[in-house]
């Protein structure tokens, strides 16, 4: 009980304000959109077989296992990486008022940890594209922090960004070889 009452503390659980939560919600759908709205733009640019091809030979990924890894990633890794790169970074930097490092520190940070992802995924550009995609969010994310003294409101952007990526991985499953 000792432990459960201090991490909450840490992570500023105990008294959440949900109206402040309503700025993750409305960014998470807007991020959703602007996913398939990239893949949409850029797909002729993806090579789209060379991604499940990874995903299949690295990963081990099949179209049955898919669901599996989809909700972990939607909602575990997520949160792992919302507790990791916001809620502890970032929101202990900034409370120790070095926030313009926080900020860029827990973006950049948020941003390089994605790139050994996707590394082999694209071309050279896409890559840059997506490094500076995800560090802008990443600041999203910890601008949205600020709002709630917490990690939840980027955690709910993130969970519903991650919406939009793995549905489209479900696509890329089902029309690629």
């Given amino acids: 009980?000792?432990?459960?009452?201090?991490?909450?503390?840490?992570?500023?659980?105990?008294?959440?304000?949900?109206?402040?939560?309503?700025?993750?919600?409305?960014?998470?759908?807007?991020a959703f959109i602007i996913v398939l709205l990239s893949f949409i733009l850029l797909k002729d640019y993806i090579n789209m077989d060379g991604i499940t091809g990874d995903l299949r030979s690295r990963l081990n990924i099949t179209l049955e296992t898919y669901?599996?890894?989809?909700?972990?990633?939607?909602?575990?890794?997520?949160?792992l990486e919302e507790f990791f790169f916001?809620?502890?970074?970032?929101?202990?930097?900034y409370q120790a008022n070095y926030k313009t490092f926080a900020y860029l520190?827990?973006?950049?940070?948020?941003?390089?940890?994605?790139?050994?992802?996707?590394?082999?995924?694209?071309?050279?550009?896409?890559?840059?594209l997506a490094i500076v995609g995800l560090f802008t969010i990443g600041i999203i994310f910890c601008w949205l922090n600020t709002?709630?003294?917490?990690?939840?409101?980027?955690?709910?952007?993130?969970?519903?960004?991650?919406?939009?990526?793995?549905?489209?991985g479900f696509y890329l499953f089902q029309t690629t070889s």
């Fill in 1 to 30: 009980m000792i432990w459960k009452q201090r991490i909450l503390v840490f992570l500023n659980l105990k008294e959440i304000d949900w109206n402040r939560l309503k700025g993750g919600f409305g960014l998470g759908i807007a």
């Fill in 67 to 79: 669901i599996f890894v989809a909700i972990y990633i939607t909602f575990g890794n997520s949160l």
């Fill in 86 to 93: 916001r809620g502890f970074i970032f929101l202990k930097l």
């Fill in 105 to 128: 520190f827990s973006s950049s940070l948020f941003a390089i940890y994605h790139m050994a992802i996707f590394a082999t995924w694209f071309n050279i550009w896409l890559i840059l």
């Fill in 147 to 168: 709002k709630s003294n917490n990690f939840l409101n980027s955690w709910i952007l993130h969970i519903l960004a991650d919406i939009a990526v793995v549905s489209l």
